[in-house]
């Protein structure tokens, strides 16, 4: 019937890969392709959403780019507004000044809003380990706040904008903010076209390392 359809539906997982042209200024300064993959399962008290990606580039031998990421998160519903949250987080992006960068966070979540236009937030502690290039390696409990607002402007366009802060409790200056804005077009039922821009921010970077990286991408993304 209808409504084992929309459990089947609900409990199925969706999957992306997107093909990226990225600009990058900041610590790098290039122009090159990146590949990222994502998956996602709504289940009726639980969503799962997993990412990964990599931006990598080389220009007369020499390596101008390189940024991989992998995110895993969890959402358990208290309530229909509530839900907590846990997220583990593995970046490196040696051309910023570190090796790789580890997080681990949990708290609350709450709907706001539901519907053409979302909104949510989330906020919490969590902890965040830094491997650095040059500098000592960072260790820290850390907090998160995080606010992610979508609009569904027509059947077949999105905006997406999604900012979090993550600061240190034991230093109140080494803090990191990450931001994600993103119109997604759909053209078919599996493909669509999406622009967007992330900022990532480090207020404290390792020595001879600028705050502020920025990745204007331009994808195309298959969806199945």
């Known amino acids: 019937g ?4 929309e459990k ?3 409990d199925r997982w969706k999957s992306s890969v997107g093909v990226s042209y990225v600009t990058i200024s900041g610590n790098s300064h290039s122009q090159t392709v990146s590949l990222s993959a994502d998956a996602n ?6 969503e799962l959403e997993l990412k990964t990606g990599l931006v990598y580039g080389k220009s007369e031998g ?5 940024y991989w990421y992998a995110n895993g998160k969890h959402d358990h519903n208290i309530s229909k507004k509530t839900y907590v949250p846990t997220k583990l987080s593995l970046e490196g992006n040696k051309l910023s000044g570190y090796n790789y960068r580890f997080g681990a966070y949990s708290g ?4 706001f809003l539901e519907g053409t236009h979302e909104l949510k937030g989330e906020v919490g502690p969590g902890y965040l380990y830094e491997d650095r290039i040059g500098d000592d390696d960072r260790s820290f409990l850390s907090g998160r706040a995080y606010a992610v607002y979508k609009w569904q402007i027509t059947e077949n366009t999105a905006f997406s904008q999604d900012a979090e802060f993550l600061n240190n409790f034991e230093d109140s ?5 990450n931001t994600d804005t993103a119109l997604v077009v759909k053209i078919s039922e599996w493909i669509s076209l999406k622009t967007g821009v992330v900022i990532k921010y480090v207020n404290l970077p390792p020595p001879d390392n600028e705050r502020t990286d920025i990745f204007t991408n331009t994808s195309l993304v298959f969806t199945f």
């Open 2 to 5: 209808l409504a084992a359809q």
């Open 8 to 10: 089947s539906e609900k």
């Open 41 to 46: 399962r709504k289940g009726d008290n639980n």
């Open 62 to 66: 020499d390596t101008v780019s390189e």
């Open 108 to 111: 609350v979540g709450y709907r």
């Open 173 to 177: 200056d080494d803090y990191r903010v």
